[in-house]
């Protein structure tokens, strides 16, 4: 599903120059939920913006469904998000004009579905939870509710790769748990294939593998614990 | 289609949920800046106005009839007038009989031969007061005494221009400096006829270079000064006002018809000084309206720059989950002109309803006369086209400086 060769990246120029990414190579199953670790710094978001194609890495490869998606154009790239990708943020990335409801469709909206999108996305929000309030604008819910829109606007194009920068930060323990349970029915029963971001060790548990990164380079593949997959599941 | 409908729709939100006090604040820059790219040239097509309606009523009327080239009078004027009169549509026929003189004030103190006095060498026409007052205005401008009745022989009316004193704006010496209503004046015609008159009247019609420097005797009196048996029934020029200002050239072809013999012109074709004035009103205020236009497109540049860059985290979002930059353009660029068209709505009702009709009501009083604000379709249309491409451009410029800077950056500032 996703092949990454030698990737490279490097913010600045010069003597204030970061190398945050300095050749990684790694590769995610169709399927597969993937938990990227590591300490601050170490260039996880970094990763993770590169994989979303939001930024553009100073070298190396990415292929996604076997297509190298650095050589598409800026409006191919956009359509391949639209399509293919799903991003959920650290921070509360909700649209504060829209309500919930339209914040989740605004997506499908785009791809000229026209009269699916509002049943799809009042379905989404009720698989997470936020059934009751669609009509409700992002500050008039708590943040774990936004983050929980997110993830619905992340999956409302039936993305074929869901990444997550910390999507669970910014919560408490019960919405934090609430995410990433979630994460895991979507992995389990739709075989969603996620990548997530997480320095929380704890969520080891949820994932069937883990990517270390050190200094801008992986470490080590933890690995597979299909332990943790029988073990969580009741 | 489906991605124009998404712009409209983030446009909609975006101007429904945003900071009321922009809105505000943006639609009031939009209806200033319209209003007052009205503003300027209509003043400006007002003074033209205002001109023109001074030539019109105060030296040509709307149609002058002169004598052919080879001609120095129009003869059987009267037939003339009288053809001319029994068209529909025309409201006043007549003849002038013009000369020269040099006219004179106080001259029995002046104390050597070689004293200059109080003189000077001015226009004067001949009239049928009867006839004139139909034709031009120069009667409701007297500003002392009154107007020449159609018996008068031994009065004259001075402009103000050539009686001079407090009341006039040209140099005292180049006036009589101060002639008053029962004063004598003497005339000395070119051909050596001299005669003294009373001041009858004194006039200011505000038309400065010409019609202020005139002085008005009755035709049968200058026809007794330039040879009575043949100057009873000659012109040097017969004016014609019509009912409805802008059909000159309809009626001057009719007149063409009807054989007279000379030259008939429209009192535009008269208009040498003021063409000259209004096409330097016309750079002056194109100059004026890019000036306004440029700093309105700046205000709104800055004002929009402002919401824009407030919104550039939405962008970024927008564009992380795959919205085009196409769409993110156009749903600026539609807010923009959305912001534009009430601009001009706000703006255009304010000036029409407001401005305009205040100042039909209250004109304003210049050295040239009353002036009131005179809108050209063309005004409006440079306005409303010059405040869409304004907005066109400040909204579209800075949107289009974040789409270009990374998703991350726009999202995570910096
Ligand atoms: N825009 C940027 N400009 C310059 N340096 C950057 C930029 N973004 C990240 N870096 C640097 O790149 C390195 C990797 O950053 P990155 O954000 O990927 O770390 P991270 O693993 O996500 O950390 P955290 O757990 O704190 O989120 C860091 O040294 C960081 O300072
Ligand atoms: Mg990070």
Redesign the pocket.
Known sequence: MIKVKNLR?V??HGLTA?Q?LRGVDIEVKPGEFVAVM??????????L?MLGLLDIPTDGEILIENRNVLRLSDGKKANFRLEKLGYVF?EYSLLPEMTVLENVYVPALCLGKENSHKKRAAELLETVGLGERLNHYPNEVSGGEQQRAAIARALINQPKILFA??PTANLDFASAKLILELFRKLNRELGQTIVM?T?EPEDEKYVDRVIW?KD?LVEQWSTPLPISKVGISN | MGNVKLALFLAYKSIIKGNRWALTLIILVMSLSFANLLLTPSILSGVTNTLDEQQVNTLYANIVIDPSEDKYYLDRSSLIEEKVEHIPGIVGVSAHLDTSACIEYEWLEKESSSDKGKGGTWSIVGIDPLREVNVTTIHEHIIQGSYLDPGDRDEIVLGVEVAGGDRAETASFLTLQGAQVGDKVRLTYPNGVQREYHVKGIFQAREMTRADRLAFVTRKEMASVLGRTIFTDRASQILVRIEQPGEENRFIKEFEALGIDGEIRSWREYGGATSGIVSSFDVIASLINSIGLVVAAVVMFIVIYINVINKKRQIGILRAIGIKRNVVLCSYLIQALFYAAFGVIFGGLVFGYGIQPYFALHPLTLPIGLVSFAVKPATIQIAVLGLLLAAAFAGFIPVLSITRQSI??AI?G?
């Open positions: 990246k913010y600045g970061t945050a590591g300490r601050s710094g170490s260039g996880k978001s970094t990763l913006h650290q920068d910390e971001v320095h990164l801008g | 991350i950056k995570w910096n």
